[in-house]
């Protein structure tokens, strides 16, 4: 598994995965290759025990690298092929940001649930009609924020929450460089009308841990700011952005992401996360340990007892794929809650629709 390329980034599980399904009993197409992340949730969605069926892109040579991969796949001559599909449960996508919702709002009203790469959403009007569809269909839209599901040791850390190790959350704080591969990208990237711009991409797996990691059920955005410093071909594009919120139960957030990796560094970016309870403190080096290790997954643990290290990698699996497919199969909702997912996109569409320009032409001096 490679770790240089974050858009590239698709983590297998080491540990013996437990299948939720048996072979034929939960199937899920393929719609829009246009990210590679697909390949992720189609390793998570694989290793539960999902049968992979179709694959739809309207770049075929996307097609033909993604059945290299998954040779099961069967080549869809359309959407709606796949959409008619009864013996289809599910559809994942990673087709472009601006196409997701409209995507997604086609595969409830056909009948199927949809998990799509994030952002989700690029407006407070599209998270308004997945609402409604999925109230009105009873079918689940699920939005894959891989900084927490596909990490084993941000996985370690909710674990320890959970158990109440660390009394009560106060604060977490998120520092999210990612690598730009700049020649790479497709041009949609650079444009936050497609993309939604660098609080709303990447931001949102930051909100969503917040409120995972602080069990709140809502939020206020205090302060956020994006800016554009070193990307002068691309002046829509933002390559930093900030922002600080208070959570329902008093906890706060500051996060930042950027596109700043420097090219020495051995993986796509050096994600941490910091979070502060009652009890302990938690530090998450999810990647890598700089100057130290390669291995990712590392959690440093104090508490009253003493100073831990935790290396998380392989003992945790990524289980939310599985409860994900039973969460379809059932009408439960132990993988995410729906609230939550949009909950987390709202946020960061807010935090994107507020954020001070840094670096406008008329910022202050």
């Not at 929450?161 to 591969?181: F, K, Q, W, Y």
């Not at 051995?266 to 994600?271: K, L, V």
Request: with cysteine; aromatic share 10%.
């Amino acid at each position: 598994m490679q770790k240089m390329d974050g858009m590239m980034y698709a983590p297998r599980s080491v540990k013996q995965t437990e299948r939720v399904v048996q072979e034929g009993e939960f199937s899920f197409a393929v719609i829009g290759l246009d990210h590679g992340h697909i390949y992720a949730m189609t390793n998570g969605l694989l290793e539960a025990g999902a049968d992979l069926g179709w694959v739809y892109d309207e770049d075929q040579n996307k097609v033909k690298e993604f059945i290299r991969a998954y040779p099961q796949a069967r080549t869809a001559s359309s959407i709606e092929q796949i959409l008619s599909d009864a013996g289809i449960a599910l559809v994942a996508s990673a087709i472009k940001p601006s196409q997701r919702c409209e995507l997604g709002l086609a595969v409830l009203e056909g009948g199927k649930h949809y998990f799509c790469d994030k952002p989700g959403m690029l407006s407070l009007q599209e998270t308004m009609l997945v609402a409604r569809a999925c109230e009105k269909t009873g079918k689940r839209y699920f939005v894959y924020f891989g900084e927490r599901i596909h990490v084993e040791g941000a996985l370690y850390a909710q674990k320890l929450i959970e158990e109440g190790a660390l009394g009560d959350v106060l604060s977490v704080t998120i520092l999210a460089p990612h690598r730009l591969n700049k020649n790479s990208r497709p041009l949609w990237f650079f444009n936050p009308k497609e993309n939604g711009g660098i609080l709303v991409d990447i931001g949102s797996h930051q909100l969503e841990q917040f409120l995972t990691y602080t069990n709140s059920n809502s939020a206020k955005v205090l302060h956020s700011s994006i800016a554009n410093y070193h990307s002068p071909d691309h002046p829509e594009f933002q390559d930093y952005g900030q922002c600080v919120l208070v959570g329902d139960r008093g906890a706060t957030c500051y996060f930042r992401v950027d596109w700043f990796t420097p090219d020495g560094m051995g993986a796509w970016g050096d994600g941490r996360v910091f979070i502060v309870g009652t009890k302990a403190s938690v530090e998450i080096r999810k990647y890598l340990d700089v100057a130290k290790s390669t291995q990712g997954d590392q959690v440093y643990f104090v508490d009253a007892k003493g100073e831990h290290h935790i290396e998380a990698f392989g003992t945790l699996g990524f289980p939310f794929f599985g409860a994900m497919i039973l969460d379809c199969m059932h009408g439960t909702e132990h993988a995410i809650s729906q609230q939550h997912t949009l909950l987390a996109m709202e946020l960061a569409i807010e935090a994107q629709e507020k954020a001070t320009n840094l670096t406008a032409t008329n910022r202050m001096p």
